[in-house]
């Protein structure tokens, strides 16, 4: 996973005709920066403390011990992951799990967390327990936040290569054996309309938050005299909002309904 491990088993326990690959980000000082834009888009700071956060793949553990060791914010983290490839482990408690079941009680957190995971879990059957879960251990008045790559994102994120996840299904392992990227395509990246639909299913009221994190990422990491930053902060955010089903990360907000 982006900032997870890729899953070996569905969520309904039957394991998957290929294993999924491992696809963390390992960069420690890019895990700080994605959680100070969660912190933000989430606003974590105008709830009641502590918050009670679980973190769905947390690969090099850089999420979780930022929000665990958080200066300001009062957190009490969990993380699961399918396999333990952590650079960092203090600060929040981690648990090894199989497939989308999560090992927590009802309503246990006040803040879930799935960045750049639920294409990794699975098929849409396993995507759809991934998102269910989350709903079961969320609270009444909790949020959520969920990443995802856009399938229709020029360069495919994962593997580098051009028009990977446009391809229909079945000839998106050849070309990438093609190219010489891998063996197998193990991810399974949503369109903001399959997106929306799934979140729906789950019972989640929702608000893509695409276009804030675009302004956040601009601010955080492009110097002011970027010239990337000086246009693209000058295109109206109605503009943006309109093409954000082309943006190549898909963002929500989530909650109960």
């Not at 799990?97 to 090992?103: D, E, F, I, M, N």
């Amino acid at each position: 996973m982006s900032d997870a491990r890729a899953r070996n088993h569905l969520g309904d326990g039957h394991s998957m005709s290929s294993v999924r690959q491992p696809h963390a980000v390992l960069d420690l000082p890019s895990r700080r920066l994605k959680g100070l834009k969660i912190e933000r888009l989430l606003d974590l700071a105008s709830r009641p403390q502590p918050i009670h956060m679980l973190e769905v793949g947390t690969g090099s553990g850089g999420i979780a011990h930022y929000f665990g060791t958080h200066e300001h914010l009062h957190c009490e983290v969990d993380a699961v992951d399918v396999h333990d490839n952590r650079l960092i482990s203090d600060g929040y408690r981690y648990h090894q799990v199989q497939g989308t079941q999560l090992p927590f009680a009802d309503q246990s957190f006040d803040v879930v967390l799935t960045n750049h995971v639920i294409e990794h879990v699975g098929d849409q059957k396993a995507q759809s327990a991934h998102l269910a879960e989350l709903r079961r251990v969320m609270r009444e008045d909790g949020v959520g936040y969920l990443a995802v790559p856009n399938r229709w994102m020029l360069v495919e994120p994962h593997y580098r290569l051009a028009f990977l996840s446009w391809l229909p299904h079945a000839w998106r392992t050849p070309y990438l054996q093609a190219m010489r990227k891998g063996e197998i395509y193990d991810c399974e990246p949503l369109t903001q309309r399959r997106a929306e639909a799934m979140l729906h299913a789950a019972c989640f009221r929702f608000e893509s938050k695409a276009v804030e994190a675009l302004h956040l990422t601009l601010e955080l990491e492009y110097a002011r005299e970027s010239i990337f930053r000086q246009i693209l902060g000058r295109i109206p955010d109605g503009m943006l909002r309109a093409a954000s089903a082309l943006i190549p990360t898909l963002i929500y907000r989530f909650e109960r309904r």
